[in-house]
């Protein structure tokens, strides 16, 4: 299995995924460097707060928690992508080229080559995960305050990296069903749909709209989360990293954020539900391809 993991590696570096992926990182995080220090010094501008104040350190805050509600909105995106086009196509593509024909007559049971892909791509995107996380924060840093409560960052991260483990394992599954390209399609609509799904809910939440409107929004959001919690999950990430629950009367970060606040935070048990559901795309996936006819 461990030969199956660097084989992923080595496969990402050869078709220069990696490469491609950290060049448009590297665009991402220059364009935020300036969205950051032209927000930092337009929130801190004109108002009136002396260094070391309770009214400059409440500002500083503030700005952080603004300059980081956008900086994981649109790194979130680069991640998902990453996830998905890395391996949407990994068990059609092989199957259509030959690949899977010369692997796996010889003495490797399918359940290993499958979690070896499963493992090596997981772990790429962790690792990528981390760097992007960090880079968010050493930037925001530079221009305003950010959380400095480890527990809560250590909460922040995992929630932030267990979307990487989701969406590979509905990939693979999908790639157990579909072509690559209709695979990639397939992945790219549904993390869609629970970016919508998402959005409707913080629309719905901040224009305060009447009961009567606002049930079927709901209940369309709530589906589609559910069936993509990618979405949920980056909003529950955030609350951790701010801890919402206290800072909320302090700062009101929704009035600032807009459709971008916190209208609406997964609970526990829906945080429980996206465990169990990534562990049964994982299992489903292993199942389809252990009886997959290449």
């Not at 579909?178 to 397939?186: A, E, Q, R, Y």
């Not at 009567?212 to 980056?234: C, N, R, V």
Request: with cysteine; net charge positive.
């Amino acid at each position: 299995m461990i030969t199956i993991v660097g084989m992923t590696w080595k496969e990402m570096l050869r078709k220069k995924v990696m490469l491609l992926t950290l060049i448009m990182s590297v665009v991402f995080l220059t364009a935020f460097w300036f969205v950051a220090s032209a927000l930092g010094s337009n929130m801190m501008a004109g108002r009136g707060n002396v260094p070391g104040s309770t009214e400059y350190l409440i500002q500083q805050v503030t700005a952080g928690s603004v300059i980081l509600t956008l900086g994981f909105f649109f790194g979130a995106f680069v991640m998902a992508f990453l996830s998905i086009f890395s391996s949407f196509s990994v068990i059609a593509g092989e199957a259509e080229q030959g690949v899977l024909q010369a692997l796996l007559p010889r003495p490797i049971p399918r359940t290993h080559w499958y979690l070896g892909r499963w493992l090596g791509y997981v772990s790429l995107g962790i690792v990528y995960a981390a760097l992007l996380f960090g880079s968010i924060l050493a930037i925001t840093a530079i221009r305003a305050t950010i959380p400095s409560d480890a527990t809560a960052l250590i909460k922040s991260f995992l929630l932030f990296v267990s979307v990487v483990p989701l969406l590979i394992s509905l990939s693979m599954l999908g790639s157990c069903y579909f072509s690559g390209l209709g695979n990639g399609v397939f992945m790219t609509m549904l993390y869609g749909a629970g970016w919508l799904g998402g959005m409707i809910e913080k629309l719905a939440g901040s224009l305060r709209l009447e009961e009567a409107i606002m049930k079927p929004l709901m209940l369309t959001a709530g589906i589609l989360s559910i069936l993509m919690p990618a979405d949920a999950l980056q909003r529950r990430m955030l609350s951790e990293m701010f801890s919402l629950t206290e800072l909320q009367d302090i700062l009101n970060l929704n009035s600032l954020l807009g459709p971008l606040g916190f209208t609406q935070v997964p609970s526990n048990a829906f945080l429980w539900f996206s465990a169990g559901y990534t562990l049964l795309a994982l299992a489903l996936g292993l199942l389809l391809f252990r009886k997959k006819d290449l």
